[in-house]
């Protein structure tokens, strides 16, 4: 980012700099910079931002054309990256009923013309529902991290204490974002895993949560990919301690493994992506919160929910909010926390592509994401040097690769794989220093037999 000073824009409100001066004042700063004291100084452009002259139309069209003919897709290479953003088959009718002119706009709708938005959403709410084995789930937020936050922060309202503790295996981005949305009011501490397994570590868990813990949140699957065991344990120390635990969860994982209502969790929360939404920059992100039908959970909900009721004809139903007045939308100054335009267009998404699944589909696909996933561990791990999974627990869809008995860096690796069209994993060397180089690589639906072995030729062909 970067600042001009004393320069006013015709369209840009406030920007006269006697009326900057003005404002500056009556909220007591000095200048301008003192509103952007909270960002890093490697991300302020203090240079002056290097704009072209104005192009006509058809000449930025060129322009814009051919820089993105720059861009290598997954559509010409094969792609093992995930981390948070993963390759899923997304079936045509997903993007058929996403594009309609009824349904495309990030917003939920409003009651007085949006029926048939706002019970697309309650269907999808419902399908998310039985998903997770819960009986309240939001309209959509931005994404997991934000999803993830939000849990924490309607745990803290709940509880009334203002401490949680997360794993050391969260995506370090996501953490960033978590710790960021719960500051200035809440502690968030970490709690380290076991070397050998990838587990939680319990005794690190014990000596840390207290009763000024109002959650422990983690990850099934984990970042790393590999499934939490302890999700029993986890959760009945929490409630022995009168906190609660959530749990984060890739919704393609629970056709094959346990909802984690079933190992006790108070709040589950996700990204919708693997549910039919296309990898695209910076979109096809949106994150869901579910928990049990109780007032106390009900109630601290920041983002909309719908349901629905009896009309006053007999046998007919409509749609509408619950407890509205729980939103910023209705109360600004109180409401739970701001809610913006969200991203309901991926909630619509999300259901369509759970009708067409359904059960017997999201157990199939969860079947043919181990099967591939473990047939690609099998294969790497025969390779000299290599080891897959670096951790001795059971994976889905992602595992961590171990690279340090080859004598090569993750970096030279993944350039030869780039050279022979592979997009390969999350290099961890510098997110996780103490696994050394390895990497997080991530296989699903979309991987055949021969991008697997595809895979493990590129990489013998560079470390043997």
């Given at each position: ?244 635990s959530i749990v984060g969860v890739d919704p393609s994982s629970l056709g094959v493994i346990e909802t984690p209502s079933q190992y006790g969790a108070d709040i589950v929360c996700g990204d919708l992506q693997p549910l039919g939404m296309h990898m695209n920059y910076g979109g096809g992100q949106a994150g869901f919160i579910a928990t049990r039908d109780e007032e106390k959970y009900v109630q601290e909900y920041p983002s909309r929910l719908f349901g629905i009721v009896p009309t006053e004809v007999e046998g007919e139903y409509g749609f509408g909010d619950i407890t509205f007045e729980r939103t910023s939308l209705y109360d600004r100054l109180n409401g739970k926390e701001s809610v913006g335009t969200q991203t309901a267009l991926w909630g619509i998404t999300a259901g369509v592509y759970l009708s067409l699944l359904g059960p017997n589909g999201m157990y199939e696909l969860g079947q043919t994401i181990l099967q591939n996933s473990q047939y690609a ?88």
């Open positions: 980012m970067a600042r001009e000073e004393n320069v006013s824009h015709p369209y840009i409100p406030n920007t006269v700099p006697e009326v900057q001066k003005e404002m500056l004042e009556e909220i007591g700063l000095e200048n301008i910079d003192e509103l952007y004291e909270g960002i890093p100084e490697s991300l302020i452009l203090k240079d002056k931002m290097n704009i072209p002259s104005s192009l006509t139309e058809f000449k930025l069209r060129k322009e814009i054309e051919s820089s993105l003919n720059l861009n290598k897709n997954c559509d010409e290479n094969t792609n093992f990256m995930g981390a948070g953003c993963w390759q899923h088959f997304v079936p045509a009718v997903c993007d058929e009923v996403n594009q309609r002119s009824e349904f495309l706009t990030a917003y939920a709708g409003e009651p007085y013309e949006d029926h048939g938005r706002i019970q697309a959403l309650f269907e999808y709410q419902s399908l998310v529902a039985e998903l997770v084995d819960m009986e309240v789930v939001n309209v959509p937020t931005f994404d997991w991290a934000q999803a993830a936050s939000t849990s924490l922060r309607m745990a803290c309202r709940i509880t009334g204490r203002n401490e949680v503790l997360l794993p050391r295996t969260i995506d370090p981005d996501k953490l960033r974002i978590i710790k960021n949305y719960c500051s200035p009011d809440i502690v968030c501490e970490v709690v380290d895993y076991e070397s050998s397994s990838g587990q939680l570590d319990m005794k690190d868990l014990k000596g840390k949560v207290s009763t000024n813990t109002a959650a422990v949140y983690f990850e099934n699957p984990s970042f790393l990919g590999f499934i939490e065991e302890k999700g029993d344990e986890i959760s009945k120390l929490c409630h022995e301690l009168g906190a609660l561990q099998e294969q790497l791990s025969k390779l000299k040097g290599v080891t897959s999974s670096r951790f001795n627990s059971l994976n889905f869809k992602e595992f961590v690769i171990d690279f340090n008995g080859t004598g090569k860096s993750v970096e030279e690796i993944h350039q030869h794989l780039l050279k022979e069209g592979i997009f390969a994993g999350m290099d961890l060397s510098e997110s996780f220093p103490e696994l050394g180089q390895s990497a997080l690589y991530c296989v699903t639906e979309v991987h055949s037999k021969n991008d697997i072995d595809k895979l493990v030729k590129a990489i013998q062909d560079v470390v043997e």
